[in-house]
């Protein structure tokens, strides 16, 4: 079945270092979606991408769609304690109606 | 700011009783999902319901599982004969329109616990 693959699965950075996730997919993807949970919390939309070598920026986030619609990525500038989280991308099911998720990759950040 | 919620916030159940989870979606959505976590894995999905049906459901969802929108604003989930490996949190989420054009919205989920 499809396969939405992340990694790293933890990073722990400084307060002010940067961090990236990676996110592979099995098939080509239509869109991909990224979302952040926090601990204790649910899933919350940060991005959709749509397009092939998409690059969508959201302040101290840049969002990365591959040009084979296969892969994408999250990098996060000067981190801060506030990006602390599970970062998850996801992509749609075979028939199209729902998301698969990737594992996550949990960030922490020490000051 | 429109929210899903859910209800409870947690439930602890016997192996072998049934439960079920509720969701309120937001009001002019038109798509529902329930999806699942294990704690400190994947958030996985279960199933997507449109206009009254199932559109899609896991390997997860097996028999023992079943949706239903009973009226015009609650989206439940049933879990007739649980079992321990069902102790998971239980998200609820809507979308205005489909995967494909639209960002899904989360309630706080259901933490279920299975004795």
């Known amino acids: 079945g499809q396969q939405v693959m992340q990694i790293p699965q933890y990073q722990h950075v400084q307060e002010g270092e940067d961090f990236t996730t990676y996110c592979n997919s099995s098939t080509t993807l239509s869109n991909i979606q990224w979302y952040k949970q926090r601990p204790g919390g649910h899933p919350v939309f940060l991005i959709q991408?749509?397009?092939?070598?998409e690059v969508k920026k959201q302040k101290r986030l840049t969002f990365q769609f591959g040009e084979a619609k296969k892969n994408s990525s999250l990098h996060i500038t000067a981190t801060q304690t506030t990006d602390v989280g599970t970062y998850f991308c996801a992509g749609p099911s075979q028939a199209g109606t729902a998301l698969i998720f990737g594992k996550g990759t949990t960030l922490s950040v020490s000051s | 700011e429109p929210e899903v919620t859910q209800t409870p916030s947690h439930q602890v159940t016997q192996m072998g009783q049934e439960v079920i989870l509720r969701c309120v979606p937001i009001s002019n959505h038109l798509y529902f999902y329930w999806y699942r976590q294990i704690l400190g894995q994947k958030v996985e999905f279960l199933v997507s319901?449109?206009?009254?049906?199932?559109?899609?459901k896991s390997e997860i969802f097996d028999d023992q599982f079943s949706v239903e929108r009973p009226d015009g604003s609650n989206f439940t989930l049933k879990i007739r004969s649980t079992k321990l490996e069902d102790s998971a949190m239980y998200f609820c989420a809507s979308s205005e329109e489909g995967v494909s054009g639209d960002e899904q919205f989360f309630g706080p989920g259901t933490r279920l616990t299975v004795l």
């Open positions: 991408l749509v397009k092939s070598g």
């Open positions: 319901f449109y206009n009254n049906e199932i559109s899609e």
